[in-house]
């Protein structure tokens, strides 16, 4: 593990892997870099891969008050310290590097959760009631929240993840979901966003994802001015770490 400072002193955690050419993975919500081992693995044969902690999560800092900014300094930082080319995000993650505009060579983004027809509608109030749940210093409520009611999993399968030893992991990292909220401003496709990001983009879907989410990363490329989407089998918002490597090797070398 290594660490370097963002603008605001925030010590920021991350791993590297392989060589090569490097590539910043940028975490989706809800996790921290442990969820992107075996894909940093996967890709390590061809990348210099550095897969860090955003701040809040596993071994980076928190420094208060927090603003969407801060995490596009850290992102800087990142790349600044690595020298790395190339930036790949999951999810919610999307919305961070794109609206950070840094000068990587090309870009990739896995399913940003865009809310287009035919998604579910969105929880009342969520940011909101994110916000209260932290504020009360109840992060498991603010972990229920999102999984329910955000994500879809029966709330009879969260009560037994609250019952295992990860769900401590869980609540520590349960006010940074405010921090995607506040990245993912209203969930909409940012087409003014998009439109100007000068950047070769790859949009990735998994084809095991239902056809809402399949439906906005199409959007999102059709919206980039290069922009290009490529979908794989999958299971639901994931792809297999042997077929992330294969698509973002080919994309980011050729």
């Known amino acids: 593990m290594e660490k370097v400072t963002s603008k605001d002193g925030t010590e920021i955690a991350y791993d590297s892997y392989g060589s090569g050419p490097g590539l910043v993975l940028v975490a989706g919500g809800f996790t921290d870099r442990s969820r992107y081992v075996s894909d940093a693995e996967a890709l390590s044969s061809a990348f ?3 897969n ?23 992102l800087d930082a ?16 999307s919305m961070l590097l794109l609206q950070a505009a840094l ?9 940003p959760p865009f809310r287009v027809d035919g998604a579910p509608p969105a929880p009342e109030r969520y940011l909101e009631r994110l916000q209260e749940f932290v504020a009360a210093g109840n992060p498991g409520g603010a ?18 993840i609250r019952e295992t030893p990860m769900w401590a ?43 809402w989410l399949k439906d906005a990363v199409q959007q999102t490329a059709a919206a980039l001015p290069h922009g290009k989407v ?4 999958g299971t639901f918002h994931t792809l297999p770490s042997d077929t992330l490597a294969r698509a973002l090797t080919d994309y980011f070398l050729a």
């Open 78 to 93: 990142v790349r600044s310290a690595t020298g790395a080319r190339f930036a790949c995000a999951y999810s919610s993650g």
């Open 52 to 74: 860090y902690d955003r701040r809040g999560r596993g071994d980076s800092g928190d420094t208060l008050p927090y603003a969407v900014e801060r995490e596009w300094e850290d």
């Open 143 to 160: 972990a229920e929240l999102f999984m329910v009611e955000a994500v879809g999993q029966p709330k009879e399968v969260v009560d037994q």
């Open 169 to 211: 992991g869980l609540e520590a990292i349960a006010h940074t979901l405010v921090y995607d909220g506040l990245q993912m401003r209203d969930s909409a496709v940012p087409t003014s966003l998009l439109a100007a990001t000068p950047q070769e983009t790859l949009a990735l879907f998994s084809n095991g994802s239902p056809d």
């Open 103 to 111: 000068p990587f060579e090309k870009l990739a983004v896995m399913e």
């Open 48 to 50: 210099t891969v550095v």
């Open 230 to 233: 490529e979908g794989y089998d």
